[in-house]
Structures are given as C-alpha cells and as structure tokens.
C-alpha cells in the first residue's frame, strides 16, 4: 500500500517537474524581453544626460543570462544578433536590428531610434510576461494531468 502511494507521489512529481522544464522556453523569453526594455530605459537616459562611451555603458549595469551574453558580445564589437531558440524569427530580427543601430550615430538620431523601440519593447514585454504565466500553468497544469493518468494507470 505505502510502496504504491510512494511511487504515484513520484510519478506525479516527476510529470509535473517535465510540465516545469517545458515552460522554460517561456520564462527565458520573458526574462529577456525585460532585460531588454529596461536597458533600453536605461541607454535613452544616457543618451539625454551622461553620454559615456558605449563600452562603459555597457560595462555599468549588471545582466545576466542569455541577454548578458549578448551585451558581451557587444562589448567586444563581435556579432550581436541573438541566436536563442526561444526567440522566433521575427524576434530574432527585431533584436538584431535593435543592436545594430546600438552606438552608430549621433546621440539626436540614436535617441529618436531607442525613444521610437520604446513602444514596441513594452509590448514585447507584456505579451512574453502574459504567455510566460499563461503557458507556464498551462504545462504544469498538463504534466499534473499526465501524473495522474499515469498513476491511474499504474494502480
């Protein structure tokens, strides 16, 4: 009796940990986007007020994940275009021509480009933060589902 009640605990546990691990396609998506509107707030003011060097831009703020890998890459003037499999092709474009312009030009054309991506970043930013928590319950919800069905099975 307990050995069967053992192993459905653990065949649920183990289904919803794989429902976990699908969804992480989507919480790196989310957590990039953010990563990327905020250092787009952050070089829009420094384009109005400071005017550092990029390569000390860049250096100033702490990343991390995928997203600091590409602000290092950057930094090291190699090929910024992001080659992540959680980004589709659409946004794999808009990332590279985002950095693309990134320290080409005078500080009045490359405000007006940042100020204009402003728009387009939040809503990136609220469409991959919503499709995070709604995919993300979804899966878990799926591999709970599944754990069931298997114990069901099982017993």
Do not use: H
């Not at 060097?53 to 275009?81: H, M, V």
């Amino acid at each position: 009796m307990w050995l069967k009640f053992l192993v459905s605990i653990c065949v649920i546990a183990f289904c919803v940990f794989l429902g976990y691990l699908a969804s992480a396609k989507f919480r790196l998506r989310k957590k990039y986007f953010v990563q990327l509107a905020t250092f787009n707030e952050r070089y829009l003011n420094e384009l109005s007020y400071a005017r550092k060097p990029l390569s000390d831009f860049l250096r100033e703020y702490p990343y991390n994940g995928d997203f600091a890998k590409t602000i290092g890459a950057i930094a090291q003037r190699q090929d910024a275009r992001p080659k992540l499999g959680y980004l589709n092709k659409d946004e794999k474009k808009y990332c590279a021509d985002y950095f693309e312009m990134l320290g080409k030009g005078d500080a009045l054309s490359q405000k007006s480009f940042y100020s204009a991506q402003t728009g387009q970043l939040e809503e990136k930013k609220t469409v991959s933060e919503r499709e995070a928590k709604s995919r993300g319950e979804l899966y878990l919800k799926l591999g709970l589902l599944a754990g069931l069905a298997f114990v069901i099975l099982i017993v």
